[in-house]
């Protein structure tokens, strides 16, 4: 396939002095904010999509703040410890070492949160997705109308909005309102999805997203919502939790559309 031949050809570059484990890791990240910026689900220079690097579970890598999502690559990540100090600088395409005097640190605060709580938590990503926000300011919340989101029933958590996340004891409440759960909606301010990959965490925003305009597309009509039982919706989300993980078959795919519109994430 095209995608493994690029990447079996890529020069390392930049990259030669990390792990293969974290290169890959690197490119799907990148990847990861090529394909949220197509799809709607970056907001300019803001939001944060995170990775937790392998071999240092208290590092994790985020965006550089002030780069479009279409502007990431593998090597502009920037990589953060528990302290929110970088402890590897992002690299421009030239090697040279990016300025990061701006920081965003509610990135750092959401992000970490998860990441001290979840061990099975190696992605995180974080959107104002519009049908996302719209649903996070509904009184009554997400309601799956439809098989796409039935994968989520009984499966999502809300955290309360208290204003910019500027503070880090705000990290106990996100990471005690998200539990065990695969995505959490933060109340008047957007989405958050997670995953034990890359791939996970981005095709759950992705179904998350779909499912929420499904709501709200249904709910516009004025018309009465036919539901199947809480037995079938809750059948049906043990099918998806028992099928392969988001991402298996649908990451690979979406590798493949990136490297055919521009391969510049992966360096
Ligand atoms: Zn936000």
Redesign the pocket.
Known sequence: MKSQTISNIAPRGRLQSISEEERQIRIDLAACHRLADLNGFSEIV??HITARVPGHSNHFLINLFGLRFDEVTASNLVTLNESAEIVVPPRASDGSILDTENSNF?GFV?HSAIYDHREDVNCVM?S?SRAGLAVCALKEGFVPVCQTAFQFYNRVSYHEYEGL?LDLDERERLAENLGDNPVMF?RN??LMTVGSSVAQAYLRMHYLEISCQAQLDAFSTGREIHLPSPEVRARAAEQYQQSAPPGTYEWPALLRKLDEIDTSYRF
């Open positions: 803001w939001n509610t959401i974080h104002h996340s933060l301010h957007g």
